[in-house]
């Protein structure tokens, strides 16, 4: 059970250290852009840079040799930076299926740091809208257990022999050839902590109401027990209405009825998918925030990919980037900018100005989008202006080049000698 209020920083402070950390490719853009916009703020933040991902797999490869236990996409000089900072923002990095002894960094720290929640709200953004009919006005916020699950990690292939003898379902399977497994673990503790985040969430800022997704109806055990604990901690809250719904139910109605959701919480699977399709709900993947929390840290983290096409040219949105620094500046306690971050985002997509392509494209139906198309840093710059008007000339310039010092892609910080 928590002890503490996890959604908030472990310790109020006047000035914070975050760790920041751009990923590969378009993350630097992102990441450029985010810090730029910032700059405007004049926040109480010392950034501290660290780095993951696809860049320093190829960089633990140079120094160790292929195949050394040493080679990761995470060098122990980020574990160390995000261990001694206060919160991390991090943008994007890129995956490569099929290389051998290759771990996803942001997998590997959710289970170091355990970040058991992975916190996604999708909330019709303005100037965005949503693409479902009649304009719904969408405000979810997604509790996605982040730890369990078929995230375990505790998977067979081959499938040893003395599993076949574990339990008699297994018999139809032994002249099936080839059988692979993946454990779907669910522990006690780990229901009882997002489903009790979800609630003491909804408590704290007057949500009403809170949904449980699962398949308890078929996948008995796991879900069942989820399903069973989500209600016993529902009694210590009386005044919200606690219901469960089947997940595959859950992607219909948050298509034909997205307003009757306001927290819903989720296992690791099921809050995967439903939290890319409510972000498709709101905008995509390019404006979906999100959050992985833990009792000693929070990873922010946008829920958009690092488009290596696009990688060095300022093509990226930002917002969703930005949208994630909010996340984290509630986090720190520093609410009243989060809500001022929110708003100028919201200006400058009303004003519709400053844009990148892919705004223009999906959003305005631009037919010069390509054309018309401002870039990361131009967008970024936008919502500076507007949290800050003198964010012009020399100032606007220096944070610039300051900005772009701090996303140099060529002098990552890891393995070093
Ligand atoms: C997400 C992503 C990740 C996940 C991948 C990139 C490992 O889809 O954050 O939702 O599966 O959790
Ligand atoms: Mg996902």
Redesign the pocket.
Known sequence: MASRNVMKVKEKKDRYQVCYMAGDDSGFDMMEGALLTLEAMDLPIDWIRADLGWCMWEKSIAKFGEGDPRCNTVPPETIEAIKKTDATLMAAIT?KPGVKGFK?A??QMRQLFDLYI?FRPAKTLPGVGTPLKGDPKIDVVMFRENTEDL?SAVEFRPLPAEMYEVHKGMERFKTKGEVAVSWRVYSEEGCERIIRAAFEYAKAVGRKKITNCNKANVIRATDGMMKEIFFKVAKDYPEIEAVEENADATAMWLIKNPQDYDVVVASNVFG?IL??EASQLTGGLGFAP?GNIGATTAIFEP?SGSVPKYAHQYRVNPCGILLTAKMMLDYLGLEDQGARLEKAIGEVLVEGKVLTYDVLRDFRHDPDWEKNAASTIEMAAAVGQKLNPQFTGKRLEEAKAKVKAMCDWTKTVGYED
Do not use: A, E, R, T
């Open positions: 995956s996803s942001i997998l992975n995230y995967d939290s890319d999100s829920s």
